[in-house]
């Protein structure tokens, strides 16, 4: 695993692309710009590992679009040592980009050959996070509330398990939708009983299948 100047520099490109696409939050584009993204890439797509594009990392999964990574990182609003639940370990590339804002990180992955591919990884990268093989539907119970949960796959709709996991004044960020694309949405807890919703327009992800886990 080498992570070479030539590394750095498309990193820096691919960040003032973020930048020009109007990704405003510096500490998340920092933190792009800290993470290698071709470990996260089969060899074969390793020369495009910079380019703002979505690849194939196994078991019908894809590794998200730098610009979606970080505009859903940019809405969850984190600060260091806030609590936060992924639903998606996916590739590990968002987790990853997490971990380096300081926050506490609880993912759930529900694609067993993922989950263990990349629990060794980001073991191999030294990346703090707790992974969980289970199904995310049903969020992660032990550690909430969460200051913020994202939703790293589409959703038909927002699971209630979810909403309660979520402490008054954090934030899910979830692409609500079908197949074919979904609306990105922010979900804030304003009280016990009330939520607010705001949507960002259209993105593409792959679907958020329920109870696969076993």
């Known amino acids: 695993m080498i992570d070479s100047y030539r590394h750095k520099g498309m990193r820096k490109q691919l960040v003032e692309e973020l930048r020009n696409k109007g990704i405003r939050d510096e500490q998340v584009l920092e933190a792009i710009n800290k993470v290698p993204r071709h470990f996260f890439l089969d060899n074969a797509f390793v020369e495009f590992a910079y380019s703002n594009k979505a690849f194939p990392i196994g078991a019908g ?9 970080a505009f859903q990182t940019e809405l969850l609003q984190v600060k260091k040592g806030h609590k936060i639940l992924e639903i998606g370990t996916g590739s590990g590339y968002q987790t ?6 300081g926050v506490k990180i609880y993912s759930i992955e529900r694609q067993k050959e993922l989950f263990d591919k990349t629990k060794l990884l980001l073991r191999k990268m030294e990346i703090n996070a707790n992974l969980y093989y289970g199904d995310g539907y049903k969020g ?43 609306i990105m949405t922010l979900i804030v807890r304003d009280s016990e009983t009330e939520f607010s919703k705001t949507e960002f327009g259209d993105f593409k992800f792959v679907p958020m299948l ?4 076993r």
């Open 61 to 69: 999964q894809t590794i998200s679009h730098p610009y979606t990574v």
């Open 140 to 182: 992660n119970t032990i550690y909430q509330p969460y200051d913020g949960i994202i939703v790293t796959c589409g959703a038909p709709f927002i699971p209630e398990d979810l909403l309660r996991q979520l402490k008054v004044g954090g934030r899910l960020v979830i692409p609500i939708g079908d197949l074919g694309s979904q």
């Open 96 to 101: 990853s980009v997490l971990a380096q804002l």
């Open 210 to 213: 329920e109870q696969k886990a």
